[in-house]
């Protein structure tokens, strides 16, 4: 289902997903007057913790996603990772925003990467690949280094490797048997930025000041905003993601991961039609958040202003943090303009996001050191 429909506070917003952007997304709905309705695999997780209703089922339980679908007023995800076919029934049952066909593009590298070079976006020169010819191939064709990446259900860097000079190629491929990959030529960037953009059912677009993304292996580390770029650039990323924004026909939000070379050019990796971690620091930076912008897009209210209160930096938590034994909470809250983001999650393993910190400063640069002291304190006694 599909339309212009406007649901005002008192409706059901269904999320697919459990984790911490559903948390979040959660507490912006609810604070607006929404009841929000989960669905999850996993019992009691960080968005069930703060939704009105949560449903635990299995992505293709089709009776659990079917009724789930009957018993909200709009559907929307804050997570793409799902079978093809929960989507689909899904969409039969309810309005659901944004709609399929863009979580089915950005669920997958090779489609993504497709769409986004068929509309003449600049991505990174890439390749299909099914066998191990085709890499041998491929790889004549784009060069070394390369990275070679599983097309399907990725994030935080799995499934991905890398073919330096000295790589072997068929030790790459083994263990790879069968299973469809993406093979793309490495850039050479200066700086990874990621821009989210917001759209309405009439298409108006907002979008926010550009976020500067650091990453520790593979894994988003520190996020700053505004980016220490040029205002040329930084105008030409957010061009780029309401472009992107516009010809997926999206409502909701869209967040544009793109690496910036030295000469300024910008080239786009990923896509993710929903809130992102590198738009987190939004909740303490920007006049309207992330979340509260999803919630305004999804269900048809005007969009809310992105201008910067103040520079900002958030930095992840990880559950490395929790090695040495419970974080020094009160400590790393002595630093007054620092925030905690806690997602309620109960093993802290290492590499999992268990929650974050924002710093807002006089400077980005102030923000940053405050966010990093307050992470570090985390692990005083
Ligand atoms: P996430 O879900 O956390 O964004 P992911 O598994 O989808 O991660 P990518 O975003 O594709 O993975 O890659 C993770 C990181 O690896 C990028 O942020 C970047 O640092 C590096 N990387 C990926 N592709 C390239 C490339 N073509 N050239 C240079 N670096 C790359
Ligand atoms: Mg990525």
Redesign the pocket.
């Known amino acids: 289902m599909t339309g212009a429909k406007t649901l005002l506070p008192g409706a059901t917003i269904g999320v697919m997903g459990g984790g911490q952007l559903g948390r979040m997304f959660a507490v912006a709905a609810r604070r607006m007057g929404y009841f929000v309705h989960t669905f999850s695999p996993d019992k009691n997780g960080p968005a069930a913790q703060f939704s009105d209703q949560a449903t635990t089922a299995a992505y293709d339980d089709e009776e659990a996603v079917r009724r789930f679908a009957g018993a909200i007023d709009v559907l929307t995800f804050e997570f793409e990772n799902m079978p093809a076919a929960t989507i689909e029934w899904a969409s039969h049952q309810q309005l659901v925003r944004p709609k399929g066909a863009i979580l089915l593009t950005a669920q997958n590298?090779l489609r993504e990467k497709e769409f986004l070079a068929g509309a003449g976006f600049p991505v990174?020169p890439f390749r299909r690949i099914a066998n191990s010819s085709e890499l041998t191939q491929a790889i004549e064709a784009i060069g070394r280094p390369?990275?070679l990446?599983g097309a399907a259900f990725?994030?935080?860097?799995?499934?991905?490797q890398r073919i330096d000079p000295e790589t072997e190629l068929a030790a790459v491929w083994e263990g790879r048997e069968d299973e469809l990959c993406v093979l793309?030529?490495?850039?050479?960037?200066e700086k990874?930025i990621s821009v989210i953009a917001a759209r309405d059912p009439s298409g108006a677009t907002a979008v926010f000041p550009v976020s500067e993304?650091i990453?520790r292996n593979?894994?988003?580390d520190l996020t700053l905003a505004p980016a220490r770029i040029e205002e040329r650039v930084a105008a030409a990323a957010r061009e780029l993601a309401c472009d992107v924004a516009e010809k997926l026909d999206l409502v909701g939000l869209l967040a544009v991961?793109m690496?910036l070379k030295s000469d300024g050019e910008l080239?786009i990796?990923?896509l993710?039609p929903r809130p992102h971690?590198s738009g987190h620091w939004t909740i303490e930076g920007c006049v309207t958040s992330q979340f509260e912008q999803n919630v305004r897009a999804v269900c048809g209210l005007p969009l809310g202003s992105t201008g910067l209160l103040r520079p900002t930096a958030m930095v992840n938590l990880l559950g490395d943090v929790w090695q040495g034994g419970e974080p020094h909470w009160p400590a790393a809250l002595e630093e007054p303009n620092v925030h905690l983001h806690l997602y309620g999650k109960h093993q802290p393993r290492p590499g999992r996001k268990m929650g974050h910190l924002t710093a807002v400063g006089e400077t980005v640069e102030a923000a940053v050191e405050s966010a990093r002291r307050a992470r570090e304190r985390l692990a005083l006694n």
């Open positions: 590298r990174a390369a990275i990446k990725g994030y935080d860097g799995k499934g991905q793309e030529a490495v850039i050479d960037f990874e993304n990453h593979h894994i988003l991961e690496f080239i990796n990923e993710a971690n």
